[in-house]
């Protein structure tokens, strides 16, 4: 009873987010209204199948303090991609990491496998049981502490303390 209640307040949130998203992209134009509620209702029937409820609450402030250090490493890396593809040398080094991730699998892999993906320089291409599979325009920088930086952020964001511990991939 209590799972059911838990997933249908978490609905309700999704139902509501999306219905604000609607209103805020038509501008509150009531004719719009019908086909947002629609809409709302059959995108948190999808986002409840393909991403199930949880009992995880994510901390908003937590949430929120992601953001100065997403927009930092963003604008940082936009620059050092521009930099690198006006470069006539173009000082690349190409590659792929693979970063052994502590969050569990699931929505915190997701997020953090997103926001390395947003970010310049790096691309999330799965998971292979623990391990991340990143392709990095350049191997020499230290995408494994940045990793790990925003790993340990997303994971405060959702209250999960990580394993410090790393073990080698099999």
Request: a positive charge; hydrophobic letters at 50%.
């Amino acid at each position: 009873m209590i799972a059911l209640m838990i997933g249908l307040m978490i609905g309700l949130k999704r139902f509501v987010l999306l219905g604000a998203l609607w209103l805020a992209l038509t501008s509150n134009d009531p004719a719009a209204w019908p086909i947002g509620i629609v809409t709302a209702a059959a995108v948190t029937m999808l986002s409840l199948r393909l991403l199930p409820a949880a009992g995880r609450r994510v901390r908003l402030a937590t949430l929120i303090a992601l953001a100065p250090g997403f927009l930092t490493g963003s604008l940082r890396g936009g620059i050092d991609v521009a930099r690198r593809a006006f470069d006539p040398r173009l000082p690349l080094s190409p590659g792929w990491l693979a970063y052994l991730v502590r969050l569990p699998s699931g929505a915190p892999r997701a997020a953090l496998g997103g926001e390395l993906s947003l970010m310049p320089g790096t691309l999330t291409a799965g998971e292979d049981g623990r391990a991340l599979y990143v392709h990095c325009l350049d191997l020499d920088q230290p995408h494994d502490q940045a990793i790990a930086t925003e790993e340990r952020r997303i994971g405060a964001s959702l209250g999960l303390a990580l394993d410090d511990r790393r073990e080698a991939p099999s």
